[in-house]
């Protein structure tokens, strides 16, 4: 697969004709095939295509639940065009790069779309909202679906994890094993002391508790 064949991905395409079919033809392909280049780079283990697309599959299955889907698919796009691990200002990139695909594409930078796209890109920095820190309640907003789209790999099967985990460590693979094992199991068990992993209702329900069960084992890898 090449940049100029599309993502190579069904859902990928798709979603990205039904955002820009309004937009010129040449600044649909030129940011399609930068968005491929970007996510394709070999460096990338995990925050690839298929993190994406795996993304863009649940935003598909949750979509009537969003007010502003289209703001949410491009946030998707964007949040990760620009990823280094080495790196401190990743969502400032990734934003500073919207921004100049809107002024391409015409989307006025007041607009509605642009500032909820830029305030969901900028909301990974933290991954965490009100929702996130009491018990007991939930997120129905855009925001929490939005997240939870990018932490549902936490509750998948025990094999899928540790195939999510072992794509971590390469991502990371500048940093020695003994500060990679510690630092690693501080974020994890930072996961375990709020609340709430997922946001939403039916993320909370279906993840929650696998997520946790992972985080804990590897955890418990990381210490051994």
């Not at 690693?184 to 609340?195: A, C, D, G, M």
Request: proline share 3%; glycine share 4%.
């Amino acid at each position: 697969m090449t940049e100029k064949d599309g993502f190579g991905c069904c859902v990928l395409d798709e979603v990205w004709n039904d955002l820009t079919f309004d937009f010129t033809e040449e600044v649909r392909d030129k940011w399609r095939r930068l968005i491929c280049r970007k996510y394709m780079d070999g460096a990338r283990h995990h925050h690839n295509l298929d993190h994406l697309s795996h993304m863009m599959g649940l935003f598909r299955t949750y979509q009537d639940y969003l007010s502003n889907p289209k703001a949410v698919a491009f946030a998707l796009f964007f949040q990760f065009l620009e990823y280094d691990p080495k790196s401190q200002d990743n969502e400032e990139r990734c934003i500073e790069a919207f921004r100049q695909f809107a002024d391409e594409a015409r989307i006025p930078m007041d607009s509605e779309l642009f500032l909820t796209v830029t305030e969901l890109i900028q909301l990974t920095k933290l991954h965490s909202t009100e929702e996130h820190k009491q018990e007991g309640i939930y997120g129905s907003e855009d925001r929490h679906f939005f997240l939870d789209f990018d932490m549902c790999v936490l509750g998948g099967s025990p094999s899928e994890y540790k195939d999510y985990a072992q794509k971590i460590r390469l991502e990371y693979s500048f940093v020695p094993d003994h500060l990679y094992n510690r630092l690693r199991s501080k974020i994890l068990t930072s996961f375990l002391q709020i609340p709430n992993i997922f946001a939403t209702e039916p993320f909370r329900r279906k993840f929650e508790e696998r997520a946790k069960s992972n985080i804990k084992a590897e955890i418990e890898m990381l210490t051994s």
